[in-house]
């Protein structure tokens, strides 16, 4: 007789732990996790996943080896049974970039201890060696791609429309369901768009955050996070300007513009129903928590 499981077991392992993961056409807005309920024919919790992560990286920013190891460590460590998560890129809506969701999987939770005599005993036991792979699956999967997008990071994309980007995601994180959420955005927080910018001669300038607040209200750009805990890694990251001073040749950040940088940010967050709870400039202080 057929195990189950095995045709889950024989896709982890030969697609999931090999080097590389693939992109097919369907990923992003779907389960790409399969499920070992489905697998074992066993009847799903109604609440398969409690906790999101939702990761969002800027591809107009190029990290050093160790703030993308950050990275990776960061989501490795949220990425545990009862999780959703949700990789995505973005950029400007323009140059042949945009906001773009590519994988999203759920990484089950288990059948409760109290519950398992209710299980047929041949299913619990390959429910369990499949709640194994899984994990390793979803790992690998959510780890690859994020390394894949990191790598393909370049400063040398023109524009970056943070907010927007931001807004748009927000709306999907408020619609879960997850009783907690987390939202880990990778960028140096350098909106660089057509209703503002950060910069000014090649550099980071000192913003005014009221000022810049209420340009995103004029504009709309205000989300509803739905009170999700937000991480940001990277901010104020910039490669050195070819001219101008020593300092902005050096890529230097004085502290005074990025406060003013991070007060903007916590700002934001908080009109868009979000708490800010670490602003990385650029590594994070503090890890991911929920």
Request: charged share 15%; net charge neutral.
């Amino acid at each position: 007789m057929r195990r189950p499981f095995k045709a889950l077991r024989s896709f982890a392992v030969g697609t999931c732990l090999a080097a590389t993961v693939a992109l097919p056409a369907h990923a992003g807005l779907i389960n790409d996790v399969p499920s070992c309920y489905a697998a074992n024919k066993i009847a799903a919790p109604q609440i398969p996943y409690d906790q999101l992560i939702y990761v969002l990286i800027d591809q107009t920013v190029l990290l050093d080896a160790t703030l993308q190891k950050s990275v990776l460590d960061n989501v490795q460590a949220m990425l545990k049974p009862g999780t959703k998560f949700v990789i995505a890129e973005f950029s400007a809506f323009s140059q042949g970039h945009y906001l773009n969701v590519l994988h999203t999987g759920v990484i089950e939770r288990p059948i409760p201890a109290s519950d398992e005599g209710n299980v047929v005993m041949s299913r619990l036991k390959d429910f369990h060696t499949c709640m194994q792979q899984q994990l390793v699956y979803g790992q690998r999967l959510a780890l690859g791609t994020t390394s894949q997008v990191l790598k393909s990071g370049t400063s040398s994309l023109d524009q970056s429309d943070i907010m927007m980007a931001l807004k748009s995601v927000s709306t999907a994180v408020a619609h879960e369901r997850a009783a907690h959420k987390l939202v880990f955005v990778v960028t140096d927080g350098l909106e660089n768009s057509s209703m503002t910018s950060f910069y000014a001669r090649n550099a980071m300038r000192r913003i005014n955050p009221a000022v810049e607040l209420q340009k995103a209200q004029d504009n709309s750009m205000f989300g509803n996070f739905g009170s999700a805990r937000v991480f940001i890694l990277g901010a104020g990251v910039m490669p050195p300007s070819p001219n101008g001073s020593t300092t902005e040749r050096n890529g230097y950040r004085d502290p005074k513009t990025l406060t003013d940088l991070k007060q903007f940010w916590d700002g934001y967050f908080s009109h868009s129903n979000a708490q800010l709870v670490e602003f990385g400039a650029p590594a994070l202080i503090e890890p991911l928590a929920w």
